[in-house]
């Protein structure tokens, strides 16, 4: 069989997934290289594997440019909207809150940008926040989403093919396929307020 996606450890088995680590972290080095130092991340449930991925880019990344680790600064949310915008009010109503927050889905960005303006931020400007996934909406949103974009059409062509091959018998010279998403920088990142 083929899967979308893989699992934590032995994966005995063909698939195509995208490399979750690299694109968050992509996303924490963009923001690091425009200034900022106090990064949020909101999330999606722990115990997924995809979502274990995207925390572990999120560590690494802020690792990798010294930036400091806040546990306090980390909200595990569900997928939805809503549930990125309670986060969001938890991370601005911080005494000290993040100039930047990163959001494992656009979804949950979506949530953290409505909640920003609700509270008078101008994102872009007085905070940063990053989604993950490219979805439609994200270069229509005000300001327009700063993503990961993932090439999902192509991935399930991939997986289409392996499967193909699979049923005919015929060999499938790369049976495990990671694909590393882009960064699409757009206006919801902006330089560290000062």
Same mark, same amino acid.
């Given at each position: 069989f083929v899967a979308f996606g893989r699992v934590e450890g032995d994966n005995n088995f063909c698939y195509v997934d995208e490399d979750g680590t690299a694109g968050i972290r992509a996303a924490v080095d963009h923001l690091a290289a425009l200034g900022h130092?106090?990064?949020? %991340?909101? *999330?999606?449930? $722990?115990?997924?594997?995809?979502? %274990?991925?995207? %925390?572990?880019?999120? !560590?690494?990344?802020?690792?990798?440019?010294? @930036?400091? %680790?806040?546990? +306090?600064?980390?909200?595990?949310?569900?997928?939805?909207?809503d549930s990125g !915008?309670?986060?969001? @009010?938890?991370? @601005? *109503?911080? &005494?000290?809150?993040? $100039?930047?927050?990163?959001? +494992?889905n656009d979804l949950l960005?979506?949530?953290?940008? #409505?909640e920003a303006q609700s509270r008078g931020l101008v994102v872009g400007r007085d905070v940063s926040i990053t989604g993950f996934d490219d979805i439609l909406l994200a270069e229509y949103t005000h300001p327009s989403l700063t993503t990961l974009h993932q090439p999902a059409q192509e991935m399930g062509g991939m997986v289409a093919d392996i499967l193909l091959?699979?049923? #005919?018998? &015929?060999?499938?010279? &790369?049976?495990?396929?990671?694909?590393?998403?882009?960064?699409?920088?757009?206006?919801?990142s902006g330089p560290a307020p000062t």
């Open positions: 130092r106090r990064l949020g %991340y909101i *999330s999606e449930p $722990t115990h997924l594997t995809k979502s %274990y991925h995207r %925390y572990a880019g999120f !560590r690494e990344g802020v690792e990798a440019n010294n @930036l400091p %680790y806040d546990p +306090a600064l980390v909200i595990e949310a569900n997928f939805r909207q !915008r309670q986060s969001a @009010l938890r991370l @601005l *109503s911080m &005494e000290k809150p993040p $100039t930047a927050i990163v959001c +494992a960005a979506l949530g953290a940008l #409505n091959k699979l049923v #005919n018998k &015929e060999p499938v010279e &790369e049976p495990q396929i990671i694909i590393r998403p882009t960064l699409v920088v757009r206006e919801s």
